[in-house]
């Protein structure tokens, strides 16, 4: 989605923001911040406000974005020279950020065709690096957003230590990620750490009606709370109808309906909710994701286990060298095992 940074009025572009935004105001000191949570509930619009927030001209502003000065306009039109984000290219566009990279090697390097990348490289950040050592533009301050931190490979994350320890002059630098445990310590311990919570249901079920999504109420449960991830599913051809019925469609049929046309990681993640809330109906818990009564009692716990692993392990691949629908099959296949093998051992 493309959100604004901040509203004329310097209101958060995500109401359920203002809290953490306030919050944030009252608790950061330090020239990193680590802002760690759901991503889906809006992490990089948080990051962004608070780099508009540092760099705003007005004179009360005190952090907040006014939404009206020079700087707060640059922003928005993300042409400030003293705002550098850093995202993968694979996700620049999802972000409005743009389509042509900041981080295109410089060095002529041809980049892999095809895909775009879901790392942020390394050039990237070396390009950071000499931004950071650069005197502020517009006299003020500098500031860096890197979403999600841990995009980062270990060669760039090394590179940024030394500038997230002794950030020149008035630089200030947010790292964003949804796993904190993915990044490195000395990278963590170099961050004063923020939570962003999903926000308060009413309020995410409220701004998904505004977006124009008719029966925002099992999406928003399917996708954990995050009002975000429910836009995107949709983006990605996610659709409402489909999801209450995919537990008995794996279940009973071994069917991969809708799921090989989703992008593959979107259909894995919908397998292992699926294996979530089945382990816990078959322990007499109620499923998390999915709407109770539609996750079939029963299965096999072992098998559930071993295609709980099945999933977590295609889940880690970042490439896929074979055909994404036969993969689906397969984990859907085994995913129906779980059902069919728990029937033959009742049988008398
Ligand atoms: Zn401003």
Redesign the pocket.
């Known amino acids: 989605m493309v959100a604004p940074l901040v509203g004329p009025d310097g209101a958060p572009p995500l109401p359920w923001l203002a809290a953490p935004l306030q919050r944030a105001l009252h608790e950061l000191r330090g020239h990193a911040t680590l802002l760690h949570g759901a991503a889906g509930s809006g992490l990089f619009e948080l990051a962004m406000t608070l780099a508009q927030g540092w760099l ?3 004179p009360a ?1 005190q952090g907040r ?5 020079t ?2 306009h640059l922003a928005l039109a993300r042409t400030h020279p003293d705002l550098l984000v850093l995202v993968p290219d694979a996700l620049r566009e999802r972000l409005g950020w743009g389509g042509e990279g900041d981080d295109e090697p410089a060095d002529g390097e041809a980049k892999p065709r095809g895909k775009a990348s879901r790392e942020i490289r390394v050039e990237a950040v070396r390009q950071a690096i000499g931004f950071a050592q650069q005197s502020s533009a517009r006299g003020r301050a500098k500031a860096i957003v890197i979403h999600p931190a841990d995009t980062m490979n270990l060669v760039s994350a090394n590179a940024l230590l030394k500038t997230l320890e002794e950030p020149p002059g008035s630089l200030r630098l947010v790292l964003t990620t949804a796993s904190a445990q993915a990044l490195l310590p000395t990278l963590r311990s170099r961050c004063q750490a923020l939570r962003l919570d999903v926000p308060p249901a009413a309020d995410a079920l409220a701004w998904l009606r505004g977006q124009g999504v008719a029966e925002p109420e099992a999406q928003l449960v399917a996708m954990g709370g995050q009002p975000l991830a429910v836009l995107d599913w949709l983006l990605d051809g996610g659709d409402a109808k489909d999801w209450p019925r995919l537990p008995a469609m794996v279940a009973r049929d071994g069917d991969t309906g809708p799921l090989t046309g989703w992008p593959l990681p979107r259909a894995i993640d919908a397998l292992l909710k699926l294996c979530h809330d089945a382990m816990a109906v078959t322990v007499g818990g109620t499923p998390r994701f999915y709407p109770p009564g539609s996750v079939p009692a029963g299965a096999s716990l072992p098998a559930l286990v071993e295609w709980f692993k099945a999933l977590t392990r295609a889940s880690r691949y970042d490439e896929h060298p074979w055909n994404a629908g036969l993969l689906v099959e397969a984990l859907v296949t085994q995913g129906r095992r779980a059902w069919s093998e728990a029937s033959l051992h009742s049988r008398p």
Request: some cysteine.
């Open positions: 705003c001209e007005a502003g974005p006014c939404g009206r000065c700087s707060c």
